[in-house]
């Protein structure tokens, strides 16, 4: 485990979206 652990759900996969959008929004404004 030297890594981000694969997460397979469909609820962590939103959970991950959801903070690449933070990001996103975070570093335009």
């Known amino acids: 485990d030297g ?3 694969v997460l397979t759900d ?3 996969l939103q ?3 959801e903070h690449l959008k933070k990001l996103a929004v975070s570093s335009t404004t």
């Open 15 to 17: 959970v991950f979206m």
């Open 3 to 5: 890594g981000a652990p």
């Open 10 to 12: 469909d609820v962590s």
